[in-house]
């Protein structure tokens, strides 16, 4: 009797043999901007704090209605008419500030019928906000607000002939630098790592604008006028840099690197031949691997699915991606993955201008990381049990199928009983992180 017992507890579990799993992509169906973009050409996505989804890019149409420099869509894709600035230009780049307002710098030379010289501030509803003003003209590529509520423009200033403008909150200039930026991450302590098409490609600003002579990096381009186009900072501030490189410190980088905080390359980051073609975006995960997006064909000697990988920490090649067309990425804080820029193509479905993917719930890959779980019964009704072979912290968080959480929180021990009789029927996927990674199981609720 026991052993017949012992027997349907087995054939009644979710074995799970896992790890802290870089799982595949598909499209977020959640997310549905219908016709999308016409004549789509977005170079920049910002997330707001209540989910909304601020695009910039050249003027155009979504969906039918016709919109200039920028619009913003609710968290399903559709949308959001009570938004709708009016710039007689196109747009390369937004910042957020916490209130809601938000500075948007580009080409354009009007918004809502005022002069605004290629870079304003916008209420949260779109209207101009007449406590910015300054006094440059320009074209822009990038912009930043560091903690102190400085202003950073990076882009062609016109008069006199600078490349990166930092104003106080009240658009006063307070400082200038001769190099454009072509991208901007402000860091936590509050400097701004630029990239640029300027020698010596990478620099870092203090947030009163003077340069940080701390850092210095030696970056060779194969050509003059290409550089660093993306950088995203890891937690411990080493920048991760991608755009038309050549080499770091005179190793061979290219087309992406990474770079110690005193601007030296990292070389624990070894992405050997590197990327056969430019690199317009790159975003760090939370578990250190990189996407990184761009016009390249191969990754060190391998041939990708697509422009598009994600790179181990150490700078292998984890997996491709058959998706093409990407100019800037956003994670979210649900893990999903905003991509913008032109006709954006993912295993032949093809959305304009705008597409948001997610975790494959479904799968996961293998790794020396090997950690056995179970949980049972599966399908369940009233009472999950989930079993570790360890009886540390951990914490665990239950999503459904498309990936929306339903419950967390923090446990120890070896053993959870998790009531599930008020979920509806249907497949859910427990995670738990502990201090070797995350590790999933699915099971079904009846």
């Not at 809601?100 to 030379?109: D, E, F, K, L, Y």
């Not at 320009?138 to 930043?144: D, K, L, P, R």
């Not at 061979?252 to 073609?277: E, H, M, Q, V, Y």
């Not at 479904?362 to 056995?372: E, G, L």
């Amino acid at each position: 009797m026991i052993n017949k017992m012992r027997t349907v507890v087995l054939a009644s579990t979710a074995l799970f043999i896992a790890r802290a799993a870089a799982q595949t992509f598909i499209i977020d169906p959640s997310f549905d901007p219908g016709p999308g973009f016409i004549a789509p050409f977005n170079t920049q996505v910002a997330l707001q704090p209540d989910g909304k989804i601020l695009v910039v890019g050249y003027s155009g149409g979504f969906n039918g209605s016709l919109y200039e420099g920028i619009t913003r869509l609710n968290p399903d894709g559709t949308r959001d008419l009570t938004f709708a600035p009016a710039m007689d230009g196109g747009t390369a780049s937004v910042a957020l500030l916490p209130d809601g307002r938000m500075i948007v710098a580009g080409s354009a030379q009007t918004c809502n019928g005022e002069l605004i010289h290629g870079i304003t501030r916008l209420l949260a509803n779109g209207s101009n906000d007449p406590s910015f003003a300054h006094s440059t003209d320009g074209w822009f590529f990038s912009t930043a607000i560091t903690p102190n509520g400085n202003i950073f423009a990076g882009g062609t200033v016109f008069s006199p002939l600078e490349g990166t403008v930092v104003y106080d909150a009240s658009g006063t200039t307070i400082a200038q630098e001769p190099r454009t930026a072509d991208c901007m991450q402000v860091q936590s302590d509050g400097n701004v790592m630029m990239g640029s098409r300027d020698e010596p490609y990478a620099l870092r600003l203090l947030q009163n604008g003077g340069q940080d002579l701390t850092f210095s990096a030696n970056i060779a381009v194969p050509v003059v006028g290409p550089g660093v186009w993306d950088i995203t900072l890891l937690p411990d501030e080493r920048a991760l840099i991608a755009g038309v490189l050549d080499s770091v410190d005179h190793q061979s980088r290219a087309n992406i690197a990474r770079l110690n905080t005193n601007g030296s390359l990292d070389t624990s980051f070894d992405p050997g031949s590197g990327l056969n073609g430019e690199a317009s975006a790159v975003l760090l995960l939370p578990d250190g691997d990189a996407l990184v997006a761009g016009t390249f064909t191969t990754y060190n000697g391998s041939a990708l699915n697509g422009p598009f990988a994600r790179i181990n920490n150490d700078g292998t090649l984890d997996t491709s991606y058959a998706i093409s067309g990407v100019r800037d990425m956003l994670r979210q804080p649900d893990g999903k993955i905003m991509l913008v820029g032109e006709w954006i193509t993912f295993d032949g479905i093809t959305e304009n201008g705008v597409m948001r993917i997610m975790p494959d719930i479904n799968t996961s890959a293998p790794s020396a990381h090997m950690v056995t779980f179970s949980a049972w019964p599966n399908p369940a009704s009233e009472l999950l049990t989930i079993q570790r072979n360890t009886d540390g912290p951990f914490q665990w968080i239950l999503t459904d199928a498309m990936g929306r959480t339903v419950k967390q929180a923090s446990a120890s021990g070896s053993h959870l009983k998790l009531p599930i009789d008020g979920l509806e029927p249907g497949t859910y996927t427990m995670r738990v992180t502990d201090e070797r990674g995350s590790h999933v199981v699915r099971f079904t609720k009846e």
